[in-house]
């Protein structure tokens, strides 16, 4: 990560919890403790943040008024340094399940990021709300990219209206693409309103569901329902998952696709 993206994740994170030990972001940012020290020192000097004894604040007020709020979960850049080998080949499969020629909808997030780098090598058109991703395929990919009109998150790089009138009703595809923060029971779980309403604009022009989702993810907490499991049509997930969490979803009638994850890339 550069020092650029390290200080906006650093800033991301107190923007969540108000204060953030210095081993806590040795380890969100897979980075040494001086590199961190060093980051802290130049964001306290730019005022940008309190470094206290074992880690850094918000400095009071946390935000001046007239800044626009942000949206609960968690920052992309983060998110792209966690179960990074599994993400990766959870990417190269959902790509495998698309044709060329086909138009794709892709929602915003790390794990459909990834599939950017499979993307770019075949002939499939993206409607993304993931301003990342976008950029990854305007640049090296072959087939046509399209955003949404929206607002500029820069948290989770994508790009949202609270509006209904923008271009997602006049496109159609074949298969939406999304991430998730928990999958489990109580279905595929969100962490914002906004996100739940700009995903389901997104999946009404959608075939099919298809959710990646590591098994970190399998069964974890999050506040909000996005769909019930009777919605999703797949399930991409790494050998993580055990055989009871795996039956949950067969039974609901998803196909459960599980992919082996490279030794090298662990």
Same mark, same amino acid.
């Given at each position: ?8 994740a650093i800033l991301d994170l107190l923007e ?12 969100? !940012? ?49 998110? /792209? ?14 790509? @495998? ?16 990021? !990834?599939?950017? @780098? ?19 395929? !305007? ?49 595929? !779980? ?8 700009? @995903?389901?604009? /997104? ?5 099919? /569901? ?20 009777? @919605? ?35």
């Amino acid at each position: 990560m550069l020092e650029q993206q390290r200080h906006r994740a650093i800033l991301d994170l107190l923007e969540e919890r108000r204060f953030v030990r210095l081993q806590e972001l040795v380890e969100a !940012m897979n980075a040494s403790p001086a590199t961190i020290r060093r980051d802290i020192n130049k964001l306290a000097a730019e005022g940008r943040l309190v470094r206290i004894h074992g880690g850094a604040q918000l400095p009071e007020p946390a935000a001046a008024p007239g800044v626009a709020q942000q949206l609960q979960g968690s920052a992309f850049l983060l998110n /792209l340094e966690r179960q990074v080998a599994q993400k990766r080949a959870i990417a190269r499969r959902a790509v @495998e399940l698309c044709r060329d020629g086909e138009t794709i909808l892709v929602n915003g997030g790390s794990s459909t990021f !990834m599939m950017g @780098e499979f993307l770019c090598a075949r002939d499939i058109n993206v409607l993304t709300n993931s301003f990342a991703l976008a950029g990854l395929l !305007m640049e090296s990919g072959k087939g046509r990219v399209t955003l949404p009109g929206g607002e500029l998150y820069r948290k989770q790089n994508i790009v949202l209206s609270a509006f209904e009138e923008d271009l997602i009703p006049r496109y159609h595809g074949s298969r939406m693409f999304m991430g998730t923060p928990a999958v489990g029971a109580l279905g595929v !779980m969100e962490s914002d309103p906004l996100l739940i309403q700009a @995903e389901r604009k /997104l999946l009404r022009q959608a075939e099919q /569901l298809v959710v990646l989702a590591d098994s970190s993810k399998i069964g974890a907490r999050a506040e909000l329902q996005f769909c019930p499991l009777e @919605e999703v049509d797949v399930l991409i997930t790494d050998s993580g998952i055990d055989a009871a969490e795996r039956r949950l979803f067969e039974d609901a009638g998803i196909e459960v696709i599980v992919v082996a994850v490279e030794p090298a890339l662990a």
